[in-house]
């Protein structure tokens, strides 16, 4: 038994590390595709494409040795990429020998197609390249190297339109037109350097005319300058005579003129000046005038206006004196009415004290005289709804009646010569406590002692004692 477990459980353990390998295979397997690829996957039926873009991004990639779930995968570039060719040999019309450097910048479109088409990504460059050197080789063979050099642009837009139609069958696409970088000589040929020379001595030429041409029309143009500065100047200097001279005639013009002008402004001045001292005369008399009137007046003004002050001056002293007097009859009337009032009123608060006293001491004696009665209601009250409370009270008063009664007769009995005779059969037959000789059986008992004692000579004799009655024959 020990060994057959073991065994099993050896199994286990063997099925469990399988288990655990067969796993962490599988994992490593999953394959997840980065962001700038695509990967291609052809199963026994289809070509699925997995990355970003895609339906997937992640797949496991089973070896292709496996049956039904074998597959291959080409990986492709979803970014941009370059063909460059540095030192491509090209001719021209003329089979002029010739480098160029020529680049081209692709992407893949369509990522089954291309992977149909190739095996790998290098595979799919190298077939690009062939194509754009056929291009290249097409356009530059139609025409002269100095058209080419010339007109770069023109031809990298003619090379890209001579491979478009080519792209589409790798599922490939330009993204820009193919650029021509540079043209350069052949390692034994001189053509682009006799053709820069030439174009350099032809814009050397150029440049001297341009300059020589420059200079003519500079030195000219300094001449007619200096011809004009100086006919100017000569105009200038004319000008400046004639300007001259004039203003020495405006001068002598305008001193005469002016002569003549202080002149009459002399004349002008002194008649203004008579005419200023005869309107200072006139009206230093009208001032005094004015002025011995106003001083009149200012005089009467001053007299009314005194005279009106004191006449103010009686009034308000009077009405002063009058308002004194209201003022102290007021106040003497005010005094004398509020000591009545305050008379008054003290007299009304002491009455209203001795009021308030004698109601509270009566309130007070009211309170300690009905204090008991009130006890004693509430005490009736509670005795008359409370029956074993009245029951109890009843008894008290009994007992304290009894008492009262006991102790009368007690004090009654000990003056009194009471005898007590009986005579029945036994003990408990006679009287039981002085009380039965008081109840109707007492009664009964004293009559019956009374009948026997008188049926006696000794009873007789006793009871005429008691009675205070002689005995009959007696005197």
């Known amino acids: 038994m020990l060994g057959t477990s073991l065994i099993l459980v050896a199994a286990a353990v063997v099925v469990a590390v399988i288990a655990a390998v067969f796993f962490f295979w599988i994992i490593a397997l999953r394959r997840v595709v980065p962001v700038n690829e695509v990967h291609i996957v052809q199963t026994r039926k289809n070509t699925v494409s997995y990355g970003k873009g895609f339906d997937s991004n992640t797949y496991y990639e089973w070896p292709s040795r496996f049956p039904l779930i074998g597959l291959t995968k080409v990986t492709l570039p979803v970014s941009n990429f370059a063909i460059d060719l540095p030192d491509y040999a090209a001719y021209d019309k003329e089979r002029v020998p010739f480098l160029v450097h020529v680049m081209a910048f692709f992407r893949i479109n369509d990522s089954n197609t291309a992977a149909q088409r190739v095996a790998s990504f290098d595979e799919l460059k190298e077939q690009l390249t062939a194509i754009v050197q056929g291009a290249v080789r097409t356009v530059l063979a139609g025409h002269e190297i100095d058209q080419i050099m010339l007109d770069r642009s023109r031809f990298g837009e003619a090379f890209t339109k001579e491979v478009q139609p080519q792209l589409g069958g790798w599922g490939v696409e330009a993204i820009k037109n193919i650029e021509l970088m540079d043209i350069r000589d052949s390692k034994d040929s001189d053509v682009i350097h006799n053709i820069m020379a030439k174009r350099t001595s032809g814009i050397e030429r150029e440049s001297r005319l341009v300059v020589a041409d420059n200079t003519r029309q500079a030195e000219m143009a300094e001449i007619a ?70 001083a009149a007046a200012q005089a009467k003004d001053v007299a009314i206006v005194q005279a009106d002050a004191a006449r103010q001056v009686s009034v308000v002293t009077a009405e002063a004196a009058k308002q004194v007097a209201i003022v102290s009859a007021e106040g003497q009337k005010q005094q004398t009415v509020l000591t009545a009032e305050g008379q008054l009123e003290a007299a009304k608060r002491n009455a209203e004290g001795i009021a308030a006293e004698g109601n509270a001491k009566g309130q007070a004696e009211t309170a300690i005289l009905m204090a008991p009665v009130d006890a004693q209601i509430k005490l009736a009250e509670k005795i008359g709804s409370d029956q074993g409370y009245q029951n109890y009270l009843l008894g008290i008063r009994n007992i304290e009646a009894a008492q009262a009664v006991g102790m009368a007769q007690a004090e009654a009995l000990k003056t009194a010569d009471v005898k007590v005779i009986t005579n029945a059969g036994t003990p408990g037959k006679g009287l039981s406590s002085v009380m039965d000789l008081f109840s109707a059986d007492g009664g009964t008992a004293v009559a019956s002692m009374l009948e026997g004692l008188a049926q006696s000579p000794e009873g007789k004799k006793l009871l005429q004692k008691f009675s205070g009655k002689p005995e009959k024959g007696e005197g």
């Open 225 to 294: 300058a200096k011809r004009e500065i100086e006919m100017s100047r000569q105009l200038a200097a004319e000008q400046v005579g004639l300007r001259t001279a004039e203003k020495d005639k405006n001068v002598g013009v305008a001193n005469e003129q002016a002569s003549q002008q202080v002149k009459v402004q002399q004349r002008e001045t002194a008649a203004k000046e008579m005419d200023v001292v005869q309107v200072k005369t006139v009206r230093g008399a009208e001032i005094d005038r004015e002025a011995a009137i106003i």
